[in-house]
């Protein structure tokens, strides 16, 4: 399993066998995460992390300074949540992903074909809506979650798209 990370580990910082540790890369496809540590000089609360975390990514956030309250201060109780949160990893849902409507999925398809620029509602990171004008320029599916390029070459979930040229989705595809 590939784990990236934000910010620095500490000095001789391994993981166990069959975990890979790669630095994260701003605007990384969400689909080639499959968790994330954040360390001290990471941003737990940058737009990315909570992207990969609405995406139902595990995010371990290993940075939080003593006495925040919200993570274990020492080291060997963020050894204790590291090696804890590790076990947990091969049991965790990889995704929160919900499949959209296969008609709905027809309009992207189209407009990728056609090299057509479209208006796209979408929930953003913060879970406002937001909308886009813009060409889409790729689609693909990665372990069950579909996503569409956008001009910009940003990666949107389709299950974030509330509507595109004006048709909302609908009920979703389930065989």
Not at 93 to 116: G, L, M, W
């Given at each position: 399993?590939?784990?990236?990370?934000?910010?620095?580990?500490?000095?001789?910082?391994?993981l166990?066998?069959?975990?890979?540790?790669?630095s994260y890369?701003?605007?990384?496809?969400?689909?080639?995460?499959?968790?994330?540590?954040?360390?001290p000089?990471?941003d737990a609360?940058?737009?990315?992390?909570?992207?990969?975390?609405?995406?139902?990514?595990?995010?371990?956030?290993?940075?939080?300074?003593?006495?925040?309250?919200?993570?274990?201060?020492?080291?060997?109780?963020?050894?204790?949540?590291?090696?804890?949160?590790?076990?947990?990893?091969?049991?965790?849902?990889?995704?929160?992903?919900?499949?959209?409507?296969?008609?709905?999925?027809?309009?992207?398809e189209?407009?990728?074909?056609?090299?057509?620029c479209?208006?796209?509602?979408y929930?953003?990171?913060?879970?406002?809506?937001?909308?886009?004008?813009?060409?889409?320029?790729?689609?693909?599916?990665?372990?069950?979650?579909?996503?569409?390029?956008?001009?910009?070459?940003?990666?949107l979930?389709?299950?974030?798209?509330?509507?595109?040229?004006?048709?909302?989705?609908?009920?979703?595809?389930r065989?």
């Amino acid at each position: 399993m590939k784990i990236h990370f934000t910010g620095t580990p500490p000095p001789g910082f391994k993981l166990p066998p069959g975990f890979e540790l790669e630095s994260y890369g701003p605007r990384m496809p969400p689909f080639a995460i499959d968790a994330m540590l954040v360390f001290p000089g990471g941003d737990a609360d940058d737009a990315d992390v909570k992207t990969l975390q609405r995406s139902g990514r595990p995010v371990l956030n290993l940075a939080v300074s003593e006495g925040s309250g919200s993570a274990p201060a020492s080291a060997p109780e963020k050894n204790a949540a590291l090696e804890y949160w590790l076990s947990q990893l091969s049991e965790t849902p990889r995704t929160n992903y919900h499949p959209i409507n296969c008609n709905f999925y027809d309009n992207f398809e189209a407009a990728v074909v056609q090299k057509r620029c479209v208006v796209l509602e979408y929930r953003s990171v913060r879970n406002k809506v937001s909308r886009i004008h813009t060409r889409l320029n790729d689609l693909t599916t990665h372990r069950t979650e579909e996503y569409v390029q956008l001009a910009n070459g940003e990666w949107l979930r389709l299950d974030r798209i509330i509507s595109i040229d004006g048709k909302v989705t609908g009920n979703t595809c389930r065989f």
